[in-house]
Each structure stands twice: as structure tokens, then as C-alpha cells.
């Protein structure tokens, strides 16, 4: 292989679902495929993560979830949102195996779901939609949302805020929204040069 040049990854090019695409997208899955793809979206969770959780590492009364990522050995404290806890309080009401989601028919944990998520993205007519496009959803809504970058990678369970970066594009937003916080100040209004000069020659 000497001599042969391998293409950049491009890491700023990802895909993400919109509301309208995740609404119908959960009206095409099958009832537990509807369970995870909600917990997916609003937890960033990666799929092997999400298969793995096992009860031990959920607090119910608190919402919250604590556990290893294994990709990158980093320990994950995760606060539950309504949708992610309604989730699991539903999983918790049937509850069977140490592990929190499982497969209804057999008992057993889940081993593979991409022939659930591509029969249900068909159906729904999405493209490119795999399962790690929930977390780069979760991701970028919270980018949108104006939520910081440093929070976004704890959340995500990076090891670093550069892996993190790539999300940065996507809240624009938010950036809008910061740089118009400087022309509404009332405090002080700044007057250039130029404008100071042309009042002087109009009085």
C-alpha cells in the first residue's frame, strides 16, 4: 500500500435528525424500537452504551444515570429529561434481566437492532439515518439550544473538548443571540470617529 494516499475525514459532516423527521420516525417504529430511539435522542447515549446499562447503574428516585463509557473509560453522569425518564420508568415496570432493555420475546439482551432501524427509517422514507444519528442529534440540539461546550462534552462523554468541537458550527444561533447582547447594551453606547464627526458638521 506504499504510495497510496488515504482520503480526510471530513469530522464536521454528520447527520441529524429534525423534529419532523424524529416524529416520523417514531410513528414507523415498532413499540420498543420507539423506546430506544427516544432514549437515544435525548440521552446521546452510543448504541453499544444504551444495550449495556443494567439497572445498577440507574437511580430511579433521582433521574439520573451514572456509568462507564467504554469507548473512552470515562465515568458518565447523566441527568434523565422527561422523555429519557418516562422511558425508563416504563422499562423498569416490566423489568426481567439486569440489563435495562432487552428483548420482550426471548429475555435475553438485545445483540443487534440495525434490521429494526432500517426497516423502520424505509418505512418513514429518511435516508442515512443510522444509530448513531440520534447522538449527533442530541448533540446538536444542545449546541442550538445555547448550551456550552464544555457542558455538551461531559454529556457526551468525551475525553476531549476537541472531539466536542465538531458540534461547535451548529449552534448558531446561540452565537447570534450572544453577539446581540453587545448591541443592546444600555449602559454605554459607543459612538465611532466618523459619526462624531458628522454630527459636529450638521450642528
Known amino acids: 500500500m506504499k504510495g497510496v494516499r488515504f482520503l480526510s475525514e471530513d469530522n464536521l459532516q454528520f447527520r441529524s435528525l429534525s423534529d419532523a423527521e424524529?416524529?416520523?420516525?417514531i410513528r414507523h417504529c415498532s413499540p420498543y424500537l420507539q423506546d430506544l430511539?427516544?432514549?437515544?435522542?435525548?440521552?446521546?447515549?452510543?448504541?453499544?452504551?444504551?444495550?449495556?446499562?443494567?439497572?445498577?447503574?440507574?437511580?430511579?428516585?433521582?433521574?439520573?444515570?451514572k456509568t462507564l463509557v467504554k469507548k473512552t473509560g470515562q465515568m458518565l453522569d447523566m441527568p434523565l429529561n422527561d422523555s429519557a425518564a418516562t422511558?425508563?420508568?416504563?422499562?423498569?415496570?416490566?423489568?426481567?434481566?439486569?440489563?435495562?432493555?432487552?428483548n420482550p420475546e426471548t429475555g435475553e439482551q438485545w445483540k443487534d437492532l440495525w434490521l429494526g432501524l432500517k426497516k423502520a427509517c424505509r418505512k418513514a422514507g429518511l435516508l442515512d439515518v443510522t444509530w448513531h444519528t440520534f447522538r449527533h442529534t442530541?448533540?446538536?440540539?444542545?449546541?442550538?439550544?445555547?448550551?456550552?461546550?464544555?457542558?455538551?462534552?461531559?454529556?457526551?462523554g468525551h475525553s476531549s473538548i476537541t472531539v466536542t468541537m465538531r458540534y461547535a458550527h451548529t449552534n448558531r444561533d446561540a452565537k447570534a443571540r450572544a453577539v446581540d447582547l453587545l448591541g443592546k447594551r444600555s449602559d454605554k453606547t459607543v459612538t465611532l470617529p466618523h459619526q462624531d464627526r458628522k454630527r459636529r458638521e450638521m450642528a
Open 22 to 25: 424524529e416524529a416520523t420516525l
Open 37 to 65: 430511539v427516544t432514549f437515544a435522542i435525548n440521552t446521546g447515549f452510543r448504541f453499544g452504551d444504551i444495550l449495556d446499562l443494567k439497572w445498577e447503574d440507574v437511580d430511579i428516585e433521582n433521574n439520573t444515570i
Open 138 to 156: 442530541f448533540a446538536s440540539r444542545l449546541t442550538r439550544a445555547g448550551v456550552d461546550l464544555v457542558s455538551v462534552k461531559e454529556l457526551l
Open 87 to 102: 422511558v425508563i420508568r416504563g422499562w423498569h415496570g416490566i423489568r426481567r434481566t439486569q440489563y435495562v432493555f432487552y
